[in-house]
């Protein structure tokens, strides 16, 4: 291809083409440029808005720059590529980590200087890219910085919802919910109107022999309708590999616009069909572990997977290598069940589209896709009703029918006398209406399963797939603990704490390998690596202090004990537990003599996160949670000991605030129900300790920076069932502090006792499901310890101190190396510098 290109043209392309800025005069000069040409301000009129619009345009063209060349040096060198399918990445902001990324920060901070601003103010100008909903999302987020950082050929595939996660407002401490159009002003993406692909959905399947009398099937008479490319560069960190993220749009395909409406004055409905197509793609479904069977996922679902599918295949087409060499050049990761239809339609492309035979198509398929799950809670497995498929998508029905056919045949010869788990193992549960559990598929259609922990790796082999390790062997499942990446979750949200780590361990490698953080432990006892450390966490505290302040008007003492827990809203991750614990501490001190409480440590107790819309339950944790603070801040015999506040709107940008602010932060899910949890590895790196069950990735971290640094209480997973069990058999008796909590609910001290009595009731007489009862009094006890352990400062900062040297295993760079070698058989390429223009 290269050679194909004459030379005079390569001449005068050459000459002019773009080189990447390095200077603070250089930036200055794009960004003024784009402020004034691009954005049509001036010096006159150039508000923070328009600086922000320069500054990202001229990072923006420096990325595409190294984007152009990656994408062009992948294609050349030709080796297997990861497609990483995610309903959702949680990407936060974009310009602060091009910023660290390309290293050019400090150009970008001196030149706006230069202009009149301050750097934090522009990057804040910037709204939250929030395409998911908390852990999958975010850990997807993750997993593209990893990726181009180490320099995998990888792209991602996803979808650009018009609407990302609602805006979370609380009105007289209520969730209320705000649409988030965050697309009025989006630097970062590049719509690609000539990269298209038609979506068939609905209509029927005729089925005929051809001349070599083989069997054909087609799917035709459906509506269509267009899937339009928009495409994310992903920068790697000090690594010119940009790669790139894409995003499907929907729109009404060409010809579908009804002209004769239109002409003849019915505009309305001559638009319907219009926006019928592209509400595809306009919401994020809000929903954080729980699966809703709504018609209009299924259609995102499958839009998304075939506009991805036709695209690798179309690239794959283009090298002209048989197909057989598919699952050699391409290697496909289901993020979770939602991306499983990708694996009936490339068995419908090989099968009706290329003419392959069913099983060599299937060995393809197999060796092709890997699948991860996060999660063992029964209500968000997926399973799609069959009468709902067959309206929908009756070609993939036919092709799941006989992908499940042939299962079970190959499950009946192995295990002949085992007749009962035909039933258990089918992809096709009997019930009514029948339904297809897409989990199974994901299952037999991919060459390895993970789950994202040790413990939840194992729970999925004895729980939720105990049947297919019989039928497959042990080998095809693994585990692969998740992982956040550095470079936003140490440097970009604390450039303090890196800076320190950089001034000890001779600069930022640690950015590219995090294990270097070990050489830390030598610093443990350096009085003053130690006093910096804990200025530099109070100054953090100062931060969120002063942005509790400006958001929830509550003035909080940043010397007090920060004790955070932020996450979405959910029974299983158990904020109610935290809130009771909160309310035992408020009622506690108010029993006390002021001579008592003098002894007391003060406490600030910050919680965030959103509820699922439809998640009454969730809805009411928060109500409680504002409830209790509202009492609690005003109460004066409380004072600075105690303050409860809920954060609004947690998102990507607010955690980079929160995440470095934590003396304490909470990880508390009964035990067995949180596949990972990565907001844990977070707060540890950053410096702050955790309270945590025996769940996820705790378990893992305790492992890793010694038991004496985490304070872990409650029932083990193993003990869960047997408990859960009791709640119904046996009256159980209640711990009285959690009764005197129940109490001062009751009695209305939070308000009206009725707004809150499901959430009592469903301890007290609805059998427990969470076990909040059983692990209170653990939980309380705990508390008190970490009280105790946070008044011996010097012992509290040595734990912390240990606790990032040790945090080295939990970067997502190690995860991707992980996923590269034991599951996708991918190497890296090296970002070899190209000449000018090539
Ligand atoms: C989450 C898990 O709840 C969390 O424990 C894990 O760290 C994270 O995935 C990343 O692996 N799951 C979800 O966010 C989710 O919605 C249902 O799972 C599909």
Known sequence: V????????????????????????QFEQEAVRHIETTLARSLYNCDEGAAYGGTALAFRDRMVIDWNRTQQNQTFADQKRVYYLSLEF???????????????????????????????????????????????????????????????????????????????????????????????????EFPRHDVTVDIQFFGNVRKYVDDSGKQVSVWENGEIVQAVAYDVPIP?????????????????????????????????????????AETISAVLYPNDNLERGKELRLKQQYFW???????????????KKAWKEFPNAVAIQLNDTH???????????????????????????????????????????????????????????????????????????????????????????????????????????SHKVNGVAELHSDLIKTTIFKDFVKIYGPDKFTNVTNGITPRRWLHQANPRLSELIASKLGGYDFLKDLTLLHKLENYVDDKAFRKEFQEIKFANKVRLAKHIKDTNGVSVNPAALFDIQVK????????????????????????????????????VSIFGGKAAPGYWMAKTIIHLVNAVG???????????????????????????????????????????????????????????????????????????IGEENIFLFGNLSEDVEDLRHAHFYSKF????????????????????????????????????????????????????????AYKDQESWVSKCITSVARMGFFSSDRCIDEYAEMIWNVEPLSPTKKAKGV
């Not at 290269?2 to 005069?25: H, L, Y």
């Not at 939250?128 to 593209?144: E, I, K, V, W």
């Not at 085992?418 to 039933?423: A, S, V």
């Open 2 to 25: 290269e050679a194909s290109i004459p030379e005079p043209q390569r001449a005068a392309w050459q000459k002019f083409s773009a080189e990447p800025f390095n200077t603070k005069e």
């Open 733 to 788: 008796e209640f711990d009285p502090q959690l009764q005197r909590v129940f109490d001062a609910i009751k009695e209305g001290r939070f308000g009206d006792a009725g707004q809150f009595s499901a959430l009592v009731n469903g301890i007290v007489e609805h059998g427990d499901y969470y076990l909040v009862s059983d692990d209170f009094k653990s939980y309380i006890d705990t508390h008190t310890l970490i009280d105790e």
């Open 568 to 603: 979405r809203i959910h029974e299983y991750k158990r904020q109610q537990l935290n809130i009771f614990g909160v309310i035992h501490r408020y009622l506690t001190i108010k029993s006390m003599s002021p001579e008592e409480r003098k002894k007391l440590a003060p406490r």
């Open 305 to 319: 997977c075939a506009a991805s599918l036709f695209d690798i295949v179309r690239r794959f087409k283009k090298s």
């Open 236 to 276: 790697g960190y000090a690594t010119p590999t940009t790669n790139n993220l894409r995003l499907w749009s929907s729109k009404a395909a060409s010809g579908e616009f009804d002209f004769q409406k239109f002409n003849s004055g019915e505009y309305e409905s001559s638009v319907a069909d219009q926006q019928r």
């Open 339 to 445: 991306p499983t239809l990708a694996i009936p339609e490339l068995q419908r492309i090989l099968i009706d589209q290329e003419g392959l035979e069913w099983d060599e198509a299937w060995s393809i398929v197999q060796k092709t896709f890997g699948y991860t799950n996060h999660t063992v809670l029964p209500e968000a497995l997926e399973k799609w009703s069959v009468p709902l498929f067959q309206h929908l998508l009756p070609r993939h029905l036919q092709i799941i029918y006989d992908i499940n056919l042939h299962f079970l045949q190959y499950v009946e010869r192995n295990f002949p006398k085992d007749r009962e788990m035909l039933g258990r193992v089918s992809i096709i549960e009997e019930s009514q209406p029948k339904m297809v559990r897409m989990a199974y598929l994901a299952l037999i259609g």
């Open 630 to 704: 509202a009492v609690v801040n005003n109460d004066k015999d409380v004072g600075d000991l105690l303050k409860c506040v809920f954060v609004e709107d947690y998102n990507v940008s607010k955690a980079e605030i929160i995440v470095p602010a934590s003396d304490i932060s909470e990880h508390i899910s009964t035990a067995g129900t949180e596949a990972s949890g990565t907001s844990n590895m977070k707060f540890v790196l950053n410096g702050g300790l955790i309270i945590g069950t025996c769940d996820g990735a705790n378990i893992e971290i305790t492992r890793e």
């Open 90 to 188: 949680l990407m936060g902001r974009a310009l602060d980590n091009a910023m660290l990324n390309v290293q050019q920060k400090d150009s970008a901070k001196a030149g706006l200087a230069d202009l009149g601003f301050r750097m934090e103010d522009i990057i804040n100008q910037e709204r939250d890219a929030a395409l998911g909903n908390g852990g999958l999302g975010r850990l997807a987020a993750c997993f593209l910085d990893s990726l181009a950082s180490l320099n995998y050929p990888a792209w991602g595939y996803g979808l650009r919802y018009r609407y990302g996660i609602f805006k979370q407002e609380i009105i007289d401490g209520y969730q209320v919910e705000i649409p988030d159009y965050w697309l009025d002003f989006n630097p970062w």
